[in-house]
Nanobody, 127 residues
């Protein structure tokens, strides 16, 4: 089993920045494809960004590319999401997710691809 714990959420004014972290524990000897999703009130959970085992990255180009950066530390026990130029539309609960295996790129945007989830951290951006 793998446990994921997010941190770093909070309240920020539009234009500000936040850095989310996701600590991985449990079966950390394995390397996972990891991702960030977010869910705004009344909306479905949506893909934000992912980083594969190889280090290659995928972003939701429609909404976050150029503002958000996903990364992971060398030990691959922590996932990060640097969020800059935040907008009120970014307000959501942000979830960290991990997938066993090596999912193909086209499947990374689908929540069901991922096997493990954190509890989420709230990000609120005021105008």
């Amino acid at each position: 089993q793998v446990q994921l714990v997010e941190s770093g959420g909070g309240w920020v004014k539009a234009g500000g920045s936040l850095r989310l972290s996701c600590a991985v524990s449990g079966r950390t000897e394995r390397t996972y494809t990891m991702a960030w999703f977010r869910q705004a009130p009344g909306k479905e959970r949506a893909f934000v960004a992912a980083i594969k085992r190889s280090g290659s990255k995928e972003y939701n180009g429609n909404s976050v590319k150029g503002r958000f950066t996903v990364s992971r530390d060398n030990s691959q026990k922590t996932l990060f999401l640097q969020m800059n130029s935040l907008e009120p539309e970014d307000t959501a609960v942000y979830y960290c997710a991990a997938a066993l295996g090596n999912p193909i790129s086209s499947s990374l945007r689908v929540a069901s691809t991922f096997d493990f989830w954190g509890q989420g951290t709230q990000v609120t951006v005021s105008s």
